[in-house]
Every structure is written in structure tokens, then in C-alpha cells.
């Protein structure tokens, strides 16, 4: 008898030994059969890099020995079209990325690993979830996170899943009790505020940390982190498409 279990593939950012995929894989497996590619180092904030001044290299992994699991030294985008060329040859019926440590709301989307794992998946028509915990601590607390990945992901498999986008799910620092439920999204308002720290190594050369703060001004009922903020889990829709449409008649008043 054919095997109608669904095809899903798993990744994340913060390497495979991170506690937050192995959580990701734990509370998945349930829905089908668990393909897992993942970097084989931290890869936080590498937003949609691809590697291509180097090589790839991708090897076994008995982390998880019930899974097909692989360790991949470039990014998680990396990550994902490997799997789908050289371990899956088609690709999954759903993608899963994360659980991050570390929120992904607002303009954080736009430097996530995880996020933009789930992004190629989109690219790819493959129906992808990234999924963040509001909590940067590496022995961090996922209970509540596996409800959520739980109650979203069979929404998935149950429904029509939209084409060219994925769904960016942040999941706030709370016990499954106190999460007060799920929201749809859109992504608010609010920016990183750049700084660096400027030290000097043991030669008197200068070198820099990258710091900032990070201001949260849009904090309507109708954003991800207004909903954080309150106890929920955000659901923001997100695409690939930057088009800015509503600026092209705009700029055709330039006339070129």
C-alpha cells in the first residue's frame, strides 16, 4: 500500500543541535513522515543568503536516529534546496522551519534564517511555516511552542494553502495555559535603531559588535506585536513578491 503520509521537511537557523528543532521535530512527526536538513553551525541572521564563492557540503547526522536527518554547512536557504535536489528529489508537502530562539515579528522577518527558509519554500509552491519563540535563552521553555506548532500545522494540512506565501508564526514566552490563542497578523511597524560597540584587538586595530535598540512605535490591535504583547500566538502571512504597488503610478508620473 502506497505511503499518503505527508512529506515534511524540517529545517532552522540555529543549527541541528539546537533544543528548538528537535521540539519542531517532536511536535511534527505526528502529521507525517520527518525529512530533516539543518545547518551544521548557528547561522542566525543570514536572511536569504545563498553560499557561492564556496562548496556544500552535506552529511548524515544520527541526532535523530528514528529520522532521515542531514547537516548542511551553508544557510538554511542552502539547506532547503539541497533537500528538495539531492535528499528529497521532489519537494515535501509542507516545509517547517525554526522553532527560532529569538522572536521574528515585525522587521526582523527581513534578517531571519528561519523565515527565509520558509520563504524559498514559498518560492518553491511548497506550503511553509517558520516558526520563533520569544525567548533567546538555549534551554528555553518550548511547551507552549509545540501547542502552537501543533495547531497550526493541521490547519495546514487541512485547508487550501495559499500560493506564493508562507506564514511567519511567533509564539510569545508563555505556558500552554496562559497562551490566550492564535491571531492573524499583519507585521507592524518597527525598526532596529543601529549601533556599534568599536574595540580595539591586542594589535591597537579596531574592530566592531553590531548592537542596537529596537523601537516598537506601531502598536495597533492588528500587528504581531501588539498580539505578543498580549499573551498570543501572531500569524503574519508573508510573500516574496516587494513589488511596492501601490508607488508605480507614482512613479510613472516621472515620466522615463
Not at 528555553?140 to 501547542?147: H, M, R, V, Y
Not at 506565501?165 to 509564539?171: K, S
Not at 532596529?192 to 502598536?219: A, V
Amino acid at each position: 500500500m502506497a505511503n499518503d503520509r505527508p512529506l515534511i521537511l524540517v529545517t532552522n537557523d540555529d543549527g541541528i543541535q539546537a533544543k528548538g528543532i528537535r521540539c519542531l521535530v517532536n511536535s511534527i512527526s505526528e502529521f507525517g513522515d520527518v525529512v530533516i536538513v539543518a545547518p551544521d553551525k548557528p547561522q542566525s541572521g543570514m536572511g536569504h543568503a545563498i553560499t557561492v564563492n564556496d562548496v556544500l557540503r552535506l552529511n548524515k547526522t544520527r541526532l535523530f536516529e528514528e529520522y532521515k536527518a542531514f547537516t548542511c554547512t551553508g544557510t538554511p536557504v542552502d539547506c532547503v534546496k539541497l533537500a528538495i535536489s539531492e535528499v528529497l528529489h521532489r519537494k515535501p508537502d509542507l516545509l517547517v522551519s525554526g522553532i527560532n530562539h529569538g522572536e521574528n515579528s515585525a522587521s526582523n522577518v527581513l534578517y531571519s534564517g528561519t523565515m527565509s527558509a520558509a520563504v524559498e519554500g514559498a518560492m518553491e509552491d511548497i506550503p511553509s511555516i517558520g516558526f520563533s519563540l520569544l525567548d533567546f535563552d538555549a534551554d528555553a521553555d518550548f511547551t507552549g511552542s509545540e501547542w502552537a506548532v501543533k495547531e497550526v500545522a493541521k490547519r495546514v494540512l487541512n485547508n487550501d494553502f495559499p500560493r506564493n506565501i508562507c506564514l511567519n508564526v511567533n509564539i510569545p514566552q508563555r505556558s500552554v495555559n496562559d497562551i490566550k490563542g492564535i491571531k492573524i497578523c499583519r507585521q507592524a511597524k518597527a525598526y532596529w535603531e543601529d549601533s556599534f560597540d568599536k574595540r580595539h584587538d591586542q594589535f591597537g586595530k579596531p574592530y566592531f559588535w553590531l548592537k542596537g535598540e529596537f523601537y516598537r512605535e506601531d502598536r495597533s490591535e492588528d500587528t504581531d506585536i501588539w498580539a505578543l504583547d498580549h499573551g498570543y500566538v501572531s500569524i503574519v502571512p508573508t510573500q516574496f513578491d516587494m513589488t511596492a504597488y501601490h508607488a508605480i503610478s507614482e512613479l510613472n508620473e516621472w515620466k522615463f
